[in-house]
C-alpha cells in the first residue's frame, strides 16, 4: 500500500504522514517527531531516550572535548614556556652549580 492509502496506528480516522524507522508502522503528522535528522514516533523516541548513549549519540559533545583539549594544551604550554624564560634569566653559575658556593666561601 502506498502511504497516502494508509491510517495512523493510534488515530485510524486520520491519514498517515511518515512510517516511523524504528517500528515500522505508519503515523500522522500529530504523532511523529523528527530528531536527529529522522521521523519518529513518541514510543521509539522515548525508547531512544532510555537506552543507553551508543557511539552515535555520544558525537554531540566531540567538538567540546577537541577545544578543551587544546585550550589544555595551550595553557601547559604557556607555563613551560614561561618557566623556561625565568631560567633563562639566572645567571650561567646557578645552571653550572656554582652559585650556591658562592655563600660558603668565607675569605
Known amino acids: 500500500m502506498r502511504l497516502h492509502e494508509q491510517r495512523c496506528e493510534r488515530h485510524s480516522e486520520r491519514e498517515a ?27 521509539c523516541l522515548a525508547a531512544q531516550a532510555a537506552a543507553p548513549a551508543s557511539g552515535k549519540g555520544r558525537g554531540a559533545f566531540k567538538p567540546l572535548a577537541w577545544c578543551a583539549a587544546l585550550a589544555g594544551f595551550l595553557a601547559l604550554w604557556l607555563v613551560y ?27
Open 17 to 43: 504522514a511518515a512510517r516511523c524507522p524504528a517500528c515500522g508502522h505508519f503515523f500522522c503528522r500529530e504523532c511523529i517527531v523528527e530528531h536527529d535528522g529522522r521521523v519518529l514516533c513518541a514510543t
Open 81 to 107: 614556556a614561561t618557566v623556561g624564560r625565568l631560567l633563562l634569566l639566572l645567571p650561567a653559575d646557578f645552571h653550572e652549580g656554582r652559585y650556591w658556593e658562592r655563600g660558603t666561601e668565607r675569605d
